[in-house]
């Protein structure tokens, strides 16, 4: 019988909460990935969705689990597995200036024990020119079977960012 492993474990939970979410109308599924890495021996599994009234504004939630995490569960030399866990903010803009407002509420939020980065992308073409704006909170904890209700509470934190961005 297949044991499922952490990673298999969190990806199930966070998929049916986000779903559970999108069939409510609370927000809208507009991507999904799960990619099994056979050059590194990774898992990579992430979830995007916009709020269902302000699709400006998109967020992606990514778990995965290293070599080192997935080896050491599968051959049970690590006590306690995990994921690591990243939430992205992306808007396309017309203008660089980014969100100073926003930026602020993921640091008040998450930035004290988690590294926030704001990454700027201009595109242009021969007749237009975007601005695409990628907050990213990259979460140093590592979550195991024993985090649900934190990681759960991310997705939770998230749905409500995104709420206040598009009512700002």
């Given at each position: 019988m297949f044991d499922p492993t952490v990673f298999d474990n969190l990806k199930v939970v966070i998929e049916g909460y986000i779903y559970d979410l999108d069939l409510e109308k609370e927000l809208s599924v507009t991507n999904r990935s799960d990619i099994v890495d056979l050059a590194t021996m990774s898992r990579r599994y992430s979830l995007t969705f916009v709020s269902s009234q302000?699709?400006?504004?998109?967020?992606?939630?990514?778990?995965?689990?290293?070599?080192?995490?997935l080896a050491g569960e599968l051959l049970q030399t690590i006590t306690e597995p995990g994921c690591h866990v990243?939430?992205?903010?992306?808007?396309?803009?017309?203008?660089?200036?980014?969100?100073?407002?926003?930026?602020?509420?993921?640091?008040?939020?998450?930035?004290n024990s988690h590294n926030i980065?704001?990454?700027l992308m201009k595109e242009k073409t021969n007749t237009t020119t975007k601005y695409i704006h990628n907050f990213n909170v990259d979460f140093i904890n590592s979550f195991g079977e024993n985090?649900?209700?934190k990681l759960l509470n991310i997705v939770d934190q998230s749905i409500s960012l995104l709420k206040q961005k598009s009512e700002s």
């Open positions: 302000f699709r400006k504004t998109y967020v992606t939630i990514e778990i995965s689990m290293d070599q080192e995490q990243v939430v992205s903010f992306v808007e396309e803009a017309r203008s660089q200036d980014y969100d100073e407002l926003f930026y602020r509420k993921l640091k008040k939020c998450w930035g980065h704001l990454i985090n649900l209700e």
